[in-house]
C-alpha cells in the first residue's frame, strides 16, 4: 500500500520560489509520480511528471520553471517551483502511478494520491 504525503506548501511573492516534497512509502521506485494542481473552479491539471526511468514531462505553463526530482532513497519526489506567478495558486497533489509506460497526465492513470498542499503566490 502507497501512502503519499506532501509538504511544502505556502505563500510567496510572485517571483518567488517553493520547494514541494512528496514522501512515499511502499512499493515505490517502480511507480510513475506525478504532480497535480487544482485552482478553485477549475479541472485537477498536470504539472509534472516522471516515470521510473528518469524521463520528465511539463505542462507548457511551468517548462523553465519547475523541476520534478526523485531521491529513491529517501523514497522522495520533488517540485522546484521558481519564478512564481500568481496563475500558479492551486492546491498541488503528489500523485503514483503503478501502470504507467512513462510519465503522463491521465488523472485515471495515478492510483494513489495524497492530500494536497496549498501553494499561493502573491501579486
Known amino acids: 500500500q502507497v501512502v503519499l504525503v506532501e509538504s511544502g506548501g505556502g505563500s510567496v511573492q510572485a517571483g518567488g520560489s517553493l520547494r514541494l516534497s512528496c514522501e512515499a512509502s511502499?512499493?515505490?521506485?517502480?511507480?510513475?509520480m506525478g504532480w497535480f494542481r487544482q485552482a478553485p473552479g477549475k479541472e485537477r491539471e498536470g504539472v509534472a511528471a516522471?516515470?521510473?526511468?528518469?524521463?520528465?514531462k511539463y505542462v507548457d505553463s511551468v517548462k523553465g520553471r519547475f523541476t520534478i526530482s526523485r531521491d529513491n532513497a529517501r523514497s522522495t519526489v520533488t517540485l522546484q517551483m521558481n519564478s512564481l506567478k500568481p496563475e500558479d495558486t492551486a492546491v498541488y497533489y503528489c500523485?503514483?502511478?503503478?501502470?504507467?509506460?512513462?510519465?503522463?497526465?491521465?488523472?485515471?492513470?495515478?492510483?494513489?494520491w495524497g492530500q494536497g498542499t496549498q501553494v499561493t503566490v502573491l501579486a
Open positions: 511502499g512499493f515505490y521506485r517502480s511507480y510513475c
Open positions: 516522471l516515470d521510473k526511468d528518469g524521463s520528465t
Open positions: 500523485a503514483a502511478s503503478t501502470v504507467c509506460t512513462g510519465p503522463e497526465f491521465v488523472i485515471q492513470a495515478y492510483d494513489r
